[in-house]
């Protein structure tokens, strides 16, 4: 039997109950959008700018906030402009503690920032993308560096590297031409095979410059049973890393992923990369998870904006 939806008169609104699916799921979205655009400002906001970043009515932008307001989601400083609520941070939090490799990872973190002065991360893929799904600063200020959450682009990182290596179908390779971050980013295929092939024999990544100025990083996956869960991280400035000092985070690095396995699975022997120098092949739009064919990196994220996990991004 055929639906059908009950006829109103011009002057009254359907109820809730009568209006399209799409209707509610449209204001979800635009819900999502408005967290995501109050985490990627780095910065309280007030109602007519979200309005015009989001696309409606200051009316509508107004109806949103108040709604994630009365669940905490956001909150308002004292000049009335809102900023994402700790009901977020909550959230955040309770992922992170259902996430085996980040509850693994986070003492590894915190021990190895504090031990180098450096900032660490943990980057993992997801749906085909890499984001940091954690991080500790170190007592060294970093001017520009990913936050939890943001994307961080595959060919122009130390992470995305070792991905292709070690499980590159867990990554989408971006269609050529690949996005120009700085006078470092790899351009040619080529150049980016022979960085992952020396990668995998060596059993760790660094990139210098290569997405954002001034930031070197160093990275090791995270492999268990062969398997690679994810990567552990340290970026520092690049006028403090010279060759001394990267053969020495290198160490750091190789031995805290090791580490972070060991700590899933105590008996866990991490199988470290062999000597096969076999040049990698890099196949363009990789699939992992979802198709996506548009899938881009994003831009740094400074210490004052904050990457959005899907859009606009940048990480180690």
């Not at 609520?85 to 959230?91: Q, T, V």
């Not at 799904?133 to 200020?141: C, I, Q, S, V, W």
């Not at 120098?277 to 990789?286: D, G, I, S």
């Amino acid at each position: 039997m055929t639906n059908t939806v009950p006829q109103y008169g011009t002057h009254r609104r359907p109820p809730p109950a009568a209006r399209p699916r799409a209707e509610a799921t449209g204001t979800i979205e635009k819900a999502l959008d408005l967290l995501f655009f109050l985490h990627a400002s780095g910065g309280a906001r007030g109602v007519s700018e979200i309005g015009r970043a989001l696309g409606v009515p200051k009316s509508s932008a107004h109806r949103l906030l108040a709604a994630l307001g009365r669940r905490g989601l956001v909150e308002q400083d004292e000049f009335g402009r809102y900023r994402p609520g700790i009901a977020l941070l909550a959230l955040g939090l309770g992922a992170l503690e259902r996430e085996p490799l980040a509850a693994a990872a986070h003492p590894i973190l915190e021990r190895e920032s504090e031990a180098t002065g450096e900032t660490a991360f943990l980057t993992v893929a997801r749906r085909g993308r890499i984001v940091v799904l954690d991080k500790r600063e170190g007592a060294a200020f970093l001017r520009v560096a990913p936050t939890i959450g943001s994307e961080v682009p595959v060919h122009a990182t130390a992470v995305g590297k070792l991905h292709l290596a070690f499980a590159p179908d867990s990554v989408v390779l971006p269609a050529e031409p690949w996005p120009t971050f700085t006078g470092q980013t790899p351009g040619a295929r080529a150049d980016l095979e022979r960085e992952v092939a020396k990668a995998k024999k060596r059993g760790w990544a660094t990139n210098r410059d290569e997405w954002i100025p001034g930031m070197t990083v160093v990275a090791a996956p995270v492999l268990l049973r062969d398997r690679m869960l994810g990567c552990m991280v340290i970026a520092a400035p690049s006028s403090r890393v010279d060759s001394a000092h990267l053969a020495a985070l290198a160490a750091r690095v190789v031995k805290a992923a090791t580490d972070i396995a060991s700590r899933l699975e105590p008996d866990n022997r991490a199988a470290r990369p062999d000597s096969d120098n076999t040049p990698a092949k890099l196949q363009p739009n990789t699939r992992a998870g979802r198709p996506d064919s548009k899938t881009r990196a994003g831009r740094p994220v400074s210490s004052t904006r904050a990457g959005r996990p899907v859009s606009t991004r940048k990480s180690p």
